[in-house]
């Protein structure tokens, strides 16, 4: 995969010798080339920083959501309900807006670009990563709740030891497709400022004009990010799959 | 031999009900410490929610359940109760899969602050010398036979230290071949004087440890008495046509 992209790169680049692409604008050979492609890549630091704290405070957020939602008491999972249907109705930008420029108002505080993005990809994800998690654990057998009351473990230990292994090995394809769609939509928080990759293309986009191109390395960014990111869980997974050899 | 047998298990006209379903009705029996009670009767006759109750896997509705002097209430001191006497077989074993089969067995004594991590390993090897699979402790619960995975079930019960042992069905998922090395295991539990009370169609194994059997049908116990009496001169109608269904021709 990380080969075939290269391999597109190249031919974009060969294309680019001709007709009217413009490739002067990020190439590597000259200084200038250099120092526009150092500055697109620089947004990669933020958008990673990003993505992944986002993702944590959801995964954890989403948890916290999704327990409440598997409990014989209906008020609580009628909170579970309320608090899934509602995040999930929010579009993410209209929740970046939101979180950036309404919520200081509202709580009378002042937010950074950064806390505000991660505030409000972390709450949208949350809603998603709670009915994961909730299908996962429900996916365990009753059994395995029975058999943790009859050796003494209480509900944290039964959850902590028992379920919660055994659900994320289930869960952990769909906890890895959260991850790549979180750094897609970290891109979205370049329209409050933050200095990621989209907002770097753009800025470079104005002072250039060649929309094209820096675009093209944007695209190819994300594309080379999210398929190590792919690598990675499936390498996790393969891992967690060795220790467990369940059926 | 004890002189004045204790009542470790006694149940009051304990009933139970799924919805509109009765899956016991006003069930009341003792069990004396040391005692062996086989439990058996047509599927569906409440067997397996008798034993449920015993360690509150199912709550009774009504009635009253006395285990070592505590009364069964959901309180904290009930569930300590049960934790501290009740030990569980499943008829589907249900092992930790992810867990190998030393950490099945260590990690209720050690996160209950029964035991040392040391101590529980120790402990675990001993009834994993006694289940006749010491060797398998590193593995993983997948990688054992049926008739290994639910010998590690009953260790791991017995490393909670527990004055009752329940089995239900214990036999009933295995393939043929590996229920005599279970029910050996059994049969020596029971000579070692642990409290048992067994669901089981075996009754051969129910000859041979059983102190008093117990035959059910529609949720209600329709003859209880001691082991020899009940194979030979069942009382009531039912429970002969039930034997001579399942005793070998």
Known sequence: MLRASLLLL?????TGCSGDWGWYVVDPTTKKGMTNLRFLISGLYYTVLLSVTAIVISIVLGLLVALPGLSKNRFLRGFNRVYVELVRAVPILVMILWVYYGMPQLLNITITVFWAGVIALALSDSAFEAEIFRAGIQSIDKGQYEASHTVALNYVDTMRFIILPQAIRRILPALGNQLVYMLKMSSLVSVIGMQELTRKANELVVTEYRPLEIYTVLLLEYLVLILIVSAGVRWLERRLQTTDRST | MQQQAQQIIQMREVSKFFGSFQALNSVSIDVQLGERVVVCGPSGSGKSTLIRCINQLEIHDSGSIVIDGTTLDGSKQSLRAIH?????????????????????LTLGPVRSGQQSKSQAQELAMNYLERVRIPEQANKYPAQLSGGQQQRVAIARSLCMEPKIMLFDEPTSALDPEMINE?????????????????VTHEMG?????????????????????????????????????????????
Not at chain 2, 88 to 94: G, I
Not at chain 2, 182 to 197: I, K, Q, R
Not at chain 2, 219 to 230: L, P
């Open chain 1, 10 to 14: 190249v031919l974009l680049v060969l």
């Open chain 2, 84 to 104: 501290a006497n009740v030990g569980m077989v499943f008829q589907q074993f249900n092992l930790f899969p992810h867990l190998t089969v030393l950490e099945n």
């Open chain 2, 182 to 198: 279970v029910l050996d295991v059994m049969v020596e539990l029971a000579e070692s004087g642990m409290t048992m009370v067994c």
């Open chain 2, 205 to 249: 194994f129910a000859r041979r440890v059983a102190d008093k059997m117990v035959f059910m049908d529609f949720g209600a116990i329709v003859e209880m008495s001691d082991t020899a009496k009940f194979f030979e001169a069942p009382e009531s109608e039912r429970c002969q046509e039930f034997l001579q269904q399942i005793l070998p021709h």
